[in-house]
């Protein structure tokens, strides 16, 4: 089994860039959001940050489902190792952005739980993966198909 995991902070691009990538794969996709119980969406949603106490359950949900995959792309913030931990992905790509253009994105986003508002809460608990966590670090400055040949030029130079 081999699971993918797409990072960031919310607009970023992680959806796209993940769903690009398990198309070219032939890779099962996960979606973090799809995996929030409604108590969840309701916080985020009325502006609420959520507590690493709303988010153990929702991580374990979606590690359980994706031990289900032989293989699987996975879009999920997982701002912090500790959580990364829980999903123990093989390959961590990191969608790397400033707030600035971020925000644009959130603003322009239409049917989305996650308020313009929580993205100063989500550069707030953002770790970087680490050296250790050997990530594939993409800035998401180009458009998004050039984005998901990145990763995927990347993926092969990996595993090499």
Not at 19 to 35: I, N, R, S, T
Not at 85 to 109: C, F, M, N, T, W
Request: hydrophobic share 45%; proline share 9%.
């Amino acid at each position: 089994m081999t699971l993918l995991l797409v990072m960031g902070v919310s607009g970023c691009g992680k959806t796209t860039v993940a769903a690009g990538v398990a198309k070219h794969l032939g890779w099962k996709l996960l979606e973090g959001d799809a995996f929030h119980p409604p108590a969840n969406v309701a916080k985020m949603a009325s502006g609420t940050p959520l507590t690493d106490e709303d988010r153990w359950p929702w991580l374990r949900a979606i590690a359980a489902e994706a031990g289900r995959h032989d293989n699987a792309v996975l879009a999920c913030s997982a701002l912090k190792r500790a959580y990364r931990a829980i999903l123990a992905p093989d390959v961590v790509v990191y969608l790397q952005g400033s707030k600035a253009p971020i925000a644009e994105r959130l603003k322009a986003r239409k049917g989305h739980f996650m308020p313009p508002a929580l993205l100063d809460s989500q550069f707030t608990t953002l770790e970087p993966p680490g050296a250790d966590e050997h990530p594939i670090v993409v800035p998401i400055d180009p458009l998004p198909a050039q984005l998901i040949a990145i990763v995927i030029a990347r993926l092969k130079e990996n595993l090499k």
